[in-house]
């Protein structure tokens, strides 16, 4: 069997841990160059306690050449490319944010606003007949602390009909400081606002999801993705939350030139 996951679903599977998903291209990276365009929509729930989540409606724009790409979910580098495995240097969005204008309690609303991150490192790749792994190490590059987190995940793109369907496992290991930009309060806050300074640890956090993806005529292409995320105790533990998991549903349309 040959195993050819859209590229459209990878980058969102890979930020897909405490991030939100974003979508990448309807074509598979390895297809020939080309442009994507179109749109992207979506909404996480269950990041942070009486939260407003709102859809994230974004532009999506794609590109693919020899050496470099870029996706809605990622700009980068191909470093290497063989043997169906591949590594590339990447720069993706880490798209969590908390917004003290979109929180329902009055304790959270004194809070500082976290903003949304660039993250910068490398993805490895490895498609077989039994399926894909990947492997990526990112370091948080928007001065919001300097953070690392690291994924491993497994998918497996199962071909019916005019749909792909891919279902996937993972896990993904974010470091003290990451965590602590997003969940962390510190003792200024705790003053003001009246919660508990919370100083996260590290925390590794497993993720399920399913994407499905279909041609529409000659150009256009429609994925869907649905994931959701059990959070690590160090996330749990932090009084900005209130349910153990994150769910996240993404729709994107996308038309090739």
């Given at each position: ?199 996260p640890g590290s925390a590794t956090s497993p993720s399920l999801q399913i994407a499905v993806s279909t041609p529409l005529g000659s150009k256009w292409r429609a994925t869907g993705v649905v994931a959701n995320q059990w959070f690590g105790d160090a996330v749990k ?20 030139f």
């Amino acid at each position: 069997m040959s195993l050819r996951s859209p590229a459209l679903l990878r980058p969102l599977l890979c930020t897909v841990a405490l991030s939100t998903p974003l979508l990448a291209t309807a074509q598979d990276q390895e297809a020939a160059p080309g442009v994507q365009a179109g749109i992207t929509i979506g909404a996480t729930t269950g990041a942070y306690a009486h939260y407003d989540d709102k859809p994230l409606v974004v532009p999506a724009l794609a590109w693919q050449g020899k050496r470099f790409f870029a996706s809605p979910g990622s700009l980068g580098m191909h470093l290497y490319k063989a043997d169906g495995l591949r590594v590339s240097a990447v720069v993706t969005p880490y798209t969590l944010r908390f917004k003290t204008d979109d929180v329902n309690d009055a304790q959270l609303r004194r809070l500082h606003s976290r903003q949304m991150s660039a993250m910068a490192g490398v993805n490895a790749e490895y498609k077989a007949d039994w399926g894909i792994v990947g492997a990526s190490v990112q370091r948080e590059v928007s001065g919001h602390g300097g953070g690392m987190e690291s994924s491993l995940h497994y998918s497996y793109p199962i071909q019916a009909g005019r749909f792909t369907w891919v279902p996937r496992v993972g896990v993904v290991h974010s470091s003290a400081r990451l965590l602590d930009y997003y969940y962390g309060i510190s003792n200024e806050e705790a003053l003001r606002s009246g919660l508990a300074a919370y100083r996260p640890g590290s925390a590794t956090s497993p993720s399920l999801q399913i994407a499905v993806s279909t041609p529409l005529g000659s150009k256009w292409r429609a994925t869907g993705v649905v994931a959701n995320q059990w959070f690590g105790d160090a996330v749990k533990d932090s009084p900005m939350t209130r349910d153990g998991s994150q769910t996240s549903a993404f729709i994107s349309l996308m038309r090739a030139f």
